[in-house]
């Protein structure tokens, strides 16, 4: 099975960016779907981008225009580059690997998860 370490969440002002690292052990990434997901407090948790085996992506709505999703597989890590950083984007951001053979948006769909990093933007 795969182990999923996350990385790169801080404080940040409305406006400004971060980029989250979410590393793998245990077995290749792009032998997966990997996903990007986040929870603020008090609601469910909701898909923000996904990236497939073979590197096609897909972003929520909210995310579009604003957020990159890709993978690194020389390093087996895939990365969320975030731009434009809105107060609404505060959330504890998870990575997750999926076994499914398409991209799929639900949680329960994904086997293995990290831990989460913070992402906190001030208005």
């Known amino acids: 099975q795969v182990q999923l370490v996350e990385s790169g969440g801080g404080l940040v002002q409305a406006g400004g960016s971060l980029r989250l690292s979410c590393a793998a052990s245990g077995r290749t990434l792009s032998t997966y779907v990997t996903a990007w997901f986040r929870q603020a407090p008090g609601r469910e948790r909701e898909f923000v981008a996904g990236?497939?085996?073979?590197?096609?992506?897909t972003y929520a709505d909210s995310a579009k225009g604003r957020f990159t999703i890709f993978r690194d597989n020389t390093k087996n890590t895939v990365y969320l580059q975030m731009n434009n950083l809105k107060p609404e984007d505060t959330a504890a951001y998870h990575c997750?690997?999926?076994?499914?053979?398409?991209?799929?948006?639900?949680?329960?769909?994904?086997?293995?998860w990290g831990q989460g990093t913070q992402v906190t933007v001030s208005s």
């Open positions: 997750a690997a999926s076994t499914s053979l398409r991209l799929v948006v639900g949680p329960a769909r994904y086997d293995y």
């Open positions: 990236v497939t085996r073979s590197g096609g992506n």
